[in-house]
C-alpha cells in the first residue's frame, strides 16, 4: 500500500509513519517543509507524482489559543489545506482518512458523543477543524474521519511531558478538575488508523484510548505511574483547581469524552484503557533515555 502522510513531523505523525513503515508500506511522509498543504496546486503536482492509494492528513493548525486572533491562518490550513489534499486524492482515486477533534463539540453533553451525534464547536480551532471535515464529506469518494482527543506521544509537546518537566522544577500545580476527556497515546491512534484504512469501512469514527478522567486526576495518574516506572521520585503537590480560575482565550469543552461507537459497529478493535497507553508511553519515554546519550 501507497500511504503519502501529511504532518509527517508532528507527534502522531512521526508515528503513523513509523508503524506503516514497519508494517511494510510504501510511505511518502510530508512535513511543511516538503508539502505547503495550502497550495491547491502543489498539492496536486505532489499527489500525483506520488499516486498514494491512502492519504492520512494529520496536518493542521493545532494552536488552540492563538486561533482566536489568528483566524485567516488556521482556516487556510485546517479548513483550505484540508479541501486541497482531499482534490488531490480524489484525482488519484485515493482513500481520505482526516484526523479531526473533540473541539468539534460544545462540551454541554451530560454523555459521551456519539459520532453522528450534531456537533457544535465553540473556538475558532475547533470550527476550522469542524469546516475541514464538512469538505471531506462533501469532496471525498472514499473518506475516513478520526476524531481524537488529548493526545500525547513522545514527539512534539503535550500534556504527559510538561508534567514530567513541571513535576521536576515545581513545588505546586494547580490542574483544572472540571474538564473530562479521554487522553490518547498516538501508537495505539497510529496502531488504529494502520487497521482502518486498509478496510473499506468509510465513515466517523471516535478513536481515543478506553475510559475517562479529568486533567487533574490524568496528571495525578502521571505522577504515580512515571515514580513507578521511571524510577523518578516527584516531591511536587497537585491540587485541582476550575475552568475559571485559569481563563484562556478559547474555551474547552466540559466534556470531551467520546463513545466509540463505530469502531464496535464496524468490528474494529477498540483501543487499550487510557492508563494502560500511559503506562506503553512511560517504557517508551524511559527506552528513549537511556538511549539518547548513544544517539
Avoid at 65 to 80: C, S
Avoid at 101 to 106: E, I, N, P, Q
Avoid at 182 to 208: C, N, R, W
Amino acid at each position: 500500500m501507497r500511504v503519502l502522510v501529511t504532518g509527517a513531523g508532528g507527534q502522531l505523525g512521526k508515528d503513523v509513519v513509523r508503524l506503516f513503515d514497519q508494517a511494510g508500506h510504501q510511505v511518502l511522509p510530508c512535513d511543511r517543509d516538503t508539502l505547503d498543504i495550502t497550495n491547491g496546486e502543489i498539492c496536486l503536482v505532489k499527489v500525483a507524482e506520488f499516486k498514494p492509494d491512502v492519504v492520512i492528513h494529520c496536518a493542521a493548525y493545532t494552536a488552540v489559543d492563538q486561533a482566536e486572533t489568528d483566524i485567516d491562518t488556521a482556516y487556510a490550513v485546517n479548513t483550505v489545506g484540508t479541501r486541497n489534499m482531499v482534490l488531490a486524492a480524489e484525482k488519484v482515486k485515493a482513500k481520505f482518512c482526516y484526523i479531526s477533534t473533540d473541539y468539534v463539540f460544545d462540551g454541554t453533553a451530560s454523555s459521551p458523543y456519539h459520532e453522528y451525534d450534531n456537533t457544535n464547536p465553540q473556538s475558532v480551532y475547533g470550527k476550522s477543524k469542524r469546516a475541514g471535515e464538512i469538505l471531506v464529506q462533501s469532496l471525498s469518494s472514499a473518506f475516513f474521519i478520526v476524531r481524537t482527543s488529548w493526545v500525547y506521544g513522545l514527539h512534539g509537546n503535550n500534556f504527559v511531558k510538561t508534567m514530567l518537566k513541571l513535576g521536576q522544577e515545581k513545588s505546586l500545580l494547580n490542574v483544572v478538575d472540571d474538564q473530562k476527556g479521554s487522553p490518547t497515546y498516538t501508537l495505539d491512534l497510529a496502531g488504529f488508523l494502520l487497521e482502518l484504512v486498509q478496510t473499506e469501512k468509510y465513515g466517523i469514527y471516535h478513536t481515543s484510548n478506553a475510559g475517562e478522567c479529568t486533567w487533574y486526576e490524568f496528571a495525578k495518574a502521571i505522577f504515580a505511574e512515571a515514580e513507578n516506572i521511571l524510577g523518578t521520585s516527584f516531591s511536587v503537590k497537585v491540587e485541582a483547581c476550575t475552568t475559571e480560575d485559569f481563563p484562556r482565550p478559547a474555551p474547552r469543552p466540559r466534556n470531551s469524552v467520546m463513545e466509540r461507537l463505530s469502531i464496535r459497529t464496524n468490528g474494529l478493535t477498540d483501543l487499550r484503557p487510557w492508563m494502560e497507553g500511559l503506562q506503553a508511553f512511560l517504557h517508551e519515554w524511559k527506552r528513549s533515555e537511556i538511549a539518547r546519550p548513544e544517539a
